[in-house]
């Protein structure tokens, strides 16, 4: 019984705060219908004032040519070379050879 008072009471409070009724808590700007109103029009303004045109250029101009060429020109042919170039064959050897007798 003690309990069920209680939680009423907290309820009763919880709703009579501003918080829980926007028009108390909340001021007249937030309460308004108009969008133009709301937000500014630098903030609604349409993406080619918004976005200046170099943010929103073509991607041949926001990346350079050396940037999009293709993997033969972008990696040197050393890097790109076969294993047997890319390692040397002490790198590849048996394990044999690469580790004495111990292992």
Do not use: G, H, W
């Not at 069920?4 to 907290?10: D, G, Q």
């Amino acid at each position: 019984m003690r309990f069920s008072v209680v939680f009423a009471t907290l309820v009763t409070v919880a709703f009579a705060a501003p918080i829980s009724n926007p028009e108390v808590a909340y001021p007249e700007s937030y309460k308004r219908d108009n969008a133009e109103v709301a937000y500014p029009e630098s903030y609604k303004r349409e993406a080619e004032i918004a976005y200046p045109e170099s943010y929103k250029r073509e991607a041949e101009v926001a990346c350079p040519e050396s940037y999009k060429r293709e993997a033969e020109v972008a990696y040197p042919e050393s890097y790109k070379r076969e294993a047997e170039v890319a390692y040397p064959e002490s790198y590849k050897r048996q394990l044999e050879v690469t580790y004495p007798a111990s292992y």
